[in-house]
Every structure is written in structure tokens, then in C-alpha cells.
């Protein structure tokens, strides 16, 4: 049997222009996803465990919008305004989304987004081609969640 393997889709920082406890409130709270995550249709059976949804234990399925692709999340840590990791699975594919808070000493926020699939050998020849891709996906939602916090709205 072959070992899966781990790849490292993104380590990048992300500005955003609202504080750190608006920021983390509102990319830690899987309602607002489909607002600012271009894959996502919609979110459903959000499970909210703890005082917030976002909170360790929390859970819910991502409705993408490639038919057939709806894999099941959930908050494995939340340290507030500091740091937040969830985890989903869907068929044998495995991802790990970090996301690290710091305050910028203009009052706004940097973001720093950690992402790793771990996908069965016969799987990495297709994540290698489409690593670069997820990445800049991912990069370009996380401005849009900025650029909606911030006011514009933008899409």
C-alpha cells in the first residue's frame, strides 16, 4: 500500500483593514463562508458546539460548487483573536486550514493562512498540477473577505 502524501497548499499573510477581533470573528463563523469563499454554494448541518459557531467542536458541510464535492468541517482549535484551525475530510482527501491573527500597528490585522491536503499516493500527480491554483484561490478569497470587512464589498 502506498503512503499518502502531504502537500502544503498555502503559507501566505493576508491584510485586512479591520481589527483583529472583527477579523476573527467573522472568517472563524462558517455562515459567513459562502459571502467571501468563491467555492462555496452553501454551508449546511452547521453543528455550533461552544458559545459561538467557530468554536472548537463546531462542524458543518461545505456545499461546493463542483457537483458531487461537499466535504465535512470542523474546529479543532480556537484560541480567540489569536488562532484558529479547522479540518475536513471528504472520500480519502484530508485538509488542514490554519489561520494565525496578528494586530497591525495601524489597527488592522494580518491574516497568516496555512493550508495542507494529504491525499493518497495516486492522488499527487493531479494535486501538484493544481497546487499553485488552490493557492491563489485561496489568497483571492481571503482579500475578499478583507475587502467585505473593510466596507467595499467587493467581489
Known sequence: MLTPARFTIIDDIVAFPTPVADTFDYLTDPSNRPAWQSSLRRIDDLQVIGDRAG?????????????????????????????????????????????????????????????????????????????????????ADLARAARILGGSGAR
Open 55 to 139: 468554536d472548537v467542536g463546531t462542524s458543518w458541510t461545505d456545499v461546493t460548487v463542483v457537483p458531487g464535492i461537499s466535504p465535512r468541517l470542523e474546529v479543532t482549535d480556537c484560541e480567540p483573536h489569536r488562532l484558529w484551525r479547522e479540518v475536513g475530510g471528504w472520500r480519502s482527501v484530508d485538509a488542514v486550514l490554519t489561520l494565525g491573527f496578528q494586530e497591525r500597528s495601524d489597527g488592522g490585522t494580518d491574516v497568516h493562512a496555512e493550508g495542507t491536503l494529504t491525499v493518497p499516493a495516486m492522488g499527487v500527480p493531479v494535486l501538484a498540477v493544481n497546487r499553485w491554483p488552490a493557492a491563489r484561490a485561496i489568497r
